[in-house]
């Protein structure tokens, strides 16, 4: 079975740093790019962060940048969201997406656009 599966979520303190995971299964990631979403309690999903399939392109919503970085290491099939410097506003359930891409320098988060697979979800919790 297809899947994607989010890991390493948790408690952090605000200025904490955490290093979500995703693994796929079922699938090889090579083309496709992928999304991090999250959402927040009583809030919209809201794209965070994506990758392209080769990785030249990366882009980041304005709240999270310089803070988070989106990484794939398509030969272990694993994408990774690196979370620094996390706020308490970061608290939210984070979601990686896949969607099937072969243009080397495209991706979004915007999920008006189909994605094929769709995590689980992990939760961050930033707080003191």
């Known amino acids: 079975q297809a899947q994607l599966v989010e890991s390493g979520g948790g408690l952090v303190q605000p200025g904490g740093s955490l290093r979500l995971s995703c693994a796929a299964s079922?699938?090889?990631?090579?083309?496709?790019?992928i999304a991090w979403f999250r959402q927040a309690p009583g809030k919209e999903r809201e794209g965070v962060a994506c990758?392209?399939?080769?990785?030249?392109?990366?882009k980041y919503v304005d709240s999270v940048q310089g803070r988070f970085t989106v990484s794939r290491a398509n030969a272990k099939n694993m994408t990774y969201l690196q979370m620094n410097n996390l706020k308490p506003e970061d608290t939210a359930v984070y979601y990686c997406?896949?969607?099937?891409?072969?243009?080397?320098?495209?991706?979004?988060?915007?999920?008006?656009?189909?994605?094929?697979?769709w995590g689980q979800g992990a939760q961050v919790t930033v707080s003191s």
């Open positions: 997406a896949a969607r099937s891409s072969h243009v080397v320098g495209w991706c979004v988060f915007d999920d008006a656009y189909e994605f094929d697979y």
């Open positions: 990758i392209s399939i080769r990785s030249k392109t990366k």
């Open positions: 079922g699938f090889t990631l090579d083309y496709y790019a």
